[in-house]
């Protein structure tokens, strides 16, 4: 069973559609640790600020069973967005601490290597670059593009974690994985025929 983490930080309704348009199947909307702990993969998904999704997953009382289905039973987890920045340490945006599920940081955009034209945040479509060959980005053309929304970034501490770059002045991680963890900077769910394919992948491959 597929379930999107409800913790009232994220778009939701979106991704249920873009799966169910991608025929991969109906995926539960749930905050309640029971569905989550029946699931076979996760979704996290998150917009708006960063202290704010973490403040929500722990008043959620949902971190205990993530934790448990992420790092014990080591089952498939995609956070978008912000649920990409939540699974760093954590970020320059707030205080609070990430979910810290890989050794990473979220980091704001560096006005000094914009340039003048170009504002933060980062909107629009963007080409991205495929940096590992993993099942996420099987059938997937060079010339990808998704829609991203976001003022800060994520950094990896090792280079085989970075799994997806783009650029917005300067060259930035726009994804990472390891093992069993996915985090994705950018919308797959306003993302069109990339972001059908690439939760199509998500759904089909990973177990």
Known sequence: MVVIVDYKA???ISIQKMLKKAGVGEALISGNPRDIEKATKLILPGVG???YGMIQLQESGLIEVLNKKVLEEKIPILGICLGAQLLTR???EGSQKGLGWIDADTVKFDKSKLGQKLKIPHMGWSEVRFNKEVPLFKDMPLESRFYFVHSYHLVCD???DVAVTSKHGYKFTAGLIKDNILGM???PEKSHKFGMQLLQNFIKYYK
Do not use: A, I, K
Request: charged share 25%; proline share 0%.
């Open 10 to 12: 994220g778009n939701l």
């Open 185 to 187: 900077q950018f919308h």
């Open 90 to 92: 954590g970020s320059e």
């Open 158 to 160: 090792r280079l085989e």
């Open 49 to 51: 600020h960063f202290d």
